[in-house]
Antibody, heavy 119, light 106 residues
Framework: EVQLLESGGGSVQPGGSLRLSCPVSEFTLSNVAMSWVRQAPGKGPEWVST????????WYADAVKGRVTISRDSSKNTLYLQMNALRVDDTAIYYCAKGGGGYNPFDWWGQGTLVSVSS | AVRMTQSPSSFSAPTGDRVTITCRAS??????LAWYRQRSGKAPKLLIHGAVSLQSGVPSRFSGSGSGTNFTLTISSLQAEDSATYYCQQYYGYPLTFGGGTKVEI
């Protein structure tokens, strides 16, 4: 069965950095678009970023543009999200999700990793 | 950005009822519309894609309709395990956007 397993979340002060990882199994990253979606406490999901199946194209939500970088390592079949200059309003559960590019929905989701930004 | 508006925001219904949730897009998204169910403490799960196509493994009591700007999710016979929050999402263009959610209580 398809699996996505996020890690790397934690507590950080405003201005800090974190790198989230999401190794996947039962499919190959280089064949699909992949995304990060976050959900703040008590709120609905919010799309963060997508990387295309080719890995060449990336897209970002305005709220994170310039502070966040999505990438992947096809040799490790792992998706990443480098987050810098974190703000209190970045506090959320971060999910990696298969899809989001090329007119595809998010058809598989990980269990999420919690990022908490506070002073 | 395409704004997705769901209604109602919440409701309660008994098991066996037929229920409908509505989603409206601020501009046309063709049929690039998905519905997700999110149980408490869990990740969202894809139910419907392409506005009307049932995702593999999803019970047939779920159905979707609509295109353009107006969409609906119908549960033909509500079950106890359907207690959850439901979200619509457009994937026609970036930024990808979700509706505000509909909380369903049994």
């Amino acid at each position: 069965e398809v699996q996505l397993l996020e890690s790397g979340g934690g507590s950080v002060q405003p201005g800090g950095s974190l790198r989230l990882s999401c190794p996947v199994s039962e499919f190959t990253l280089s064949n699909v678009a992949m995304s990060w979606v976050r959900q703040a406490p008590g709120k609905g999901p919010e799309w963060v970023s997508t990387i295309s199946d080719s890995g060449v194209d990336t897209w970002y939500a305005d709220a994170v543009k310039g502070r966040v970088t999505i990438s992947r390592d096809s040799s490790k079949n792992t998706l990443y999200l480098q987050m810098n200059a974190l703000r209190v309003d970045d506090t959320a559960i971060y999910y990696c999700a298969k899809g989001g590019g090329g007119y595809n929905p998010f058809d598989w989701w990980g269990q999420g990793t919690l990022v908490s930004v506070s002073s | 950005a395409v704004r997705m508006t769901q209604s109602p925001s919440s409701f309660s219904a008994p098991t066996g009822d037929r229920v409908t949730i509505t989603c409206r897009a601020s501009e046309g998204v063709h049929s690039y519309l998905a519905w997700y169910r999110q149980r408490s403490g869990k990740a969202p799960k894809l139910l419907i894609h392409g506005a009307v196509s049932l995702q593999s493994g999803v019970p047939s009591r779920f159905s979707g309709s609509g295109s353009g700007t107006n969409f609906t999710l119908t549960i033909s016979s509500l079950q106890a395990e359907d207690s959850a929050t439901y979200y619509c999402q457009q994937y026609y263009g970036y930024p990808l956007t979700f509706g505000g959610g509909t909380k369903v209580e049994i």
